[in-house]
């Protein structure tokens, strides 16, 4: 079975190293401000050309209380009114970004991040709605995968009403944590009751999906407490769950710094956290999708897996990996055929730009050819599991071996260690490298040593 985990502590020790998280290959770690506006029109000329399917991300920033936590480009404010002019950048965006693409280019998914998506009012958020349809091709039949992350202190049956109204089918609830003592050591006081509210309202609406957010390591955790809020998140039986690891990263993240680092659980805690919280969820009949994610069997994402068309991207794992994504807001990326560019992380410097009638965009990267040979070899890996080597040289006109010649001596060793089984056409994740699989991928990416591998979270 694929979602088979064999816990080896010894091997995660070993492997359980800081590295990317490859929503992206290469990673937003390596973009730079040579890219600019003009390459991001001459991308969109090229997925207009190509007729590609889309995929639209909005971010929307705003945020009414803190969570210390969290690591998420916001903003916090209890001023509501600081949205319009926010929105009136978004459109200008909108207006801009759909004017170089064929009108005709189906948005097959569309995400409303944050911050706090429902920190926008009712009126805001039907305004904000009727201009992506206004300008991109928003299916009408309820097929395309329409998802918004709740906060369920911000949001009741009326609020889920006007979403499923306004064409969402798919929800991601932030939980983290259900011990009161957790959640006020991280200030985000949320009862299990207002969670189940909203969950209640989702399934009553016809919600197509529910996703529930969790995070282990989180201070006053322990592998006890922990377990009762996976165990009540079960009775609740959300479609998928994420189950993140908390990075604790003060000198990059100013809210972490809130947090009694004394009052964190031991990495020994932590590791029995996710060892129990993976044995109560396969129990519970949840695939292990990969990489902190989990899916009942009868899931899109479980299927694909089961289907080897599994895609990873910026908004994690996805059945829409073959659509151009299109990031709008403060913060967002794009990923555009090769091409890869995000907005300015600035709130008032994005609002600015826009104000000139020019897009926002202030970095990015265009993948050349080893990118995309490494990416594909990543994204292999890490959704499947495995990776036929024949696939990646008739895609690239490679000898496979040949090219990563200089890598086989460290898979080698990951074969000797059981992460991973080295045959003469493939490599396969074996159960016990499951849970590492990012370490495996790291072998093949040709940036990691170039930076310090504190920017990044570790594996486990």
Same mark, same amino acid.
């Not at 207006?95 to 991040?113: M, N, Y």
């Not at 009949?285 to 991207?313: C, K, V, W």
């Given at each position: @079975? ?26 937003? /770690? ?36 803190? #969570?210390?936590? #969290?690591? #998420?480009?916001?903003?916090?404010? =209890? ?12 459109? !200008? ?12 280019? =189906?948005?097959? !998914? ?5 911050? *706090? ?42 609020? @889920? ?21 957790? !959640? ?37 955790? *322990? ?32 809210? !972490? ?12 805690? =932590? ?19 990969? @990489? ?28 829409? $990996?073959?659509?151009?994504?299109? $990031?709008?807001? /403060? ?21 600015? /730009?826009?104000?000139t009638s020019q897009l926002a965009t202030s970095r990015g990267l265009l993948c050349n050819a080893d990118d995309r040979l490494r990416r594909a070899v990543i994204q292999q890996l890490i959704c499947n599991f495995s990776l036929e080597y024949a696939d990646i040289e008739q895609a690239f006109n490679i000898d496979f071996q040949g090219y990563f010649g200089d890598l086989w001596p460290q898979l080698q060793d990951m074969a000797k260690d059981g992460l991973i089984e080295l045959d003469r056409d493939r490599? *396969? ?32």
């Amino acid at each position: @079975m694929l979602d088979a985990i064999r816990w080896d502590t010894d091997l995660i020790r070993r492997y359980d190293l800081a590295g990317p998280r490859y929503t992206s290959y290469p990673t937003a /770690v390596q973009f730079n401000s040579q890219v600019g506006t003009f390459d991001l029109f001459h991308a969109l000329r090229d997925s207009r050309k190509a007729q590609r399917p889309l995929s639209l991300y909005v971010h929307v920033p705003f945020c009414a209380n803190i #969570c210390y936590y #969290c690591a #998420c480009n916001k903003v916090i404010t =209890k001023d509501r009114g600081r949205a319009q002019p926010y929105l009136q950048r978004l459109e !200008q965006e909108i207006q801009l970004i759909a004017c170089h693409l064929d009108p005709t280019q =189906k948005v097959e !998914q569309l995400h409303f991040g944050g911050g *706090t998506p429902t920190f926008l009012s009712h009126d805001e958020l039907r305004q904000l709605m009727a201009q992506l349809r206004k300008h991109f091709n928003l299916l009408d039949d309820d097929s395309g995968d329409y998802g918004i992350e709740i906060d369920p202190r911000e949001a009741d049956w009326s609020t @889920m009403g006007l979403l499923r109204e306004l064409g969402f089918n798919r929800v991601s609830i932030g939980l983290q944590d259900l011990d009161p003592a957790v !959640q006020r050591a991280v200030n985000r006081l949320q009862s299990l009751e207002e969670t189940r509210a909203v969950i209640d309202a989702a399934r009553t609406l016809q919600f197509r999906s529910i996703n529930i957010d969790l995070i282990y390591g989180l201070p006053r955790q *322990t592998p006890e407490n922990f377990a009762r809020t996976v165990e009540e998140v079960i009775n609740l039986q959300p479609d998928r769950l994420s189950v993140f690891n908390y990075a604790h990263l003060p000198e990059r993240f100013m809210p !972490q710094r809130r947090i009694n680092s004394n009052e964190l659980p031991t990495p020994t805690q =932590k590791l029995e956290m996710l060892q129990r919280t993976i044995e109560q969820l396969i129990s519970a009949g949840y695939r292990y999708i990969g @990489m902190d994610h989990f899916a009942l069997p009868d899931d899109e994402l479980a299927i694909a897996q089961e289907e080897s068309t599994l895609q990873r991207n910026f908004q994690g794992y996805t059945t829409h $990996g073959h659509c151009d994504l299109i $990031g709008l807001g /403060v913060s967002a990326i794009s990923q555009i055929g090769d091409l890869y560019c995000q907005n300015s992380s600035d709130l008032t410097e994005y609002q600015n /730009v826009l104000a000139t009638s020019q897009l926002a965009t202030s970095r990015g990267l265009l993948c050349n050819a080893d990118d995309r040979l490494r990416r594909a070899v990543i994204q292999q890996l890490i959704c499947n599991f495995s990776l036929e080597y024949a696939d990646i040289e008739q895609a690239f006109n490679i000898d496979f071996q040949g090219y990563f010649g200089d890598l086989w001596p460290q898979l080698q060793d990951m074969a000797k260690d059981g992460l991973i089984e080295l045959d003469r056409d493939r490599i *396969t994740i074996l159960p016990a490298g499951r849970l590492l699989v990012r370490s495996v991928c790291m072998v093949f990416d040709a940036y990691l040593e170039q930076h310090s591998r504190q920017r990044f979270s570790r594996v486990i």
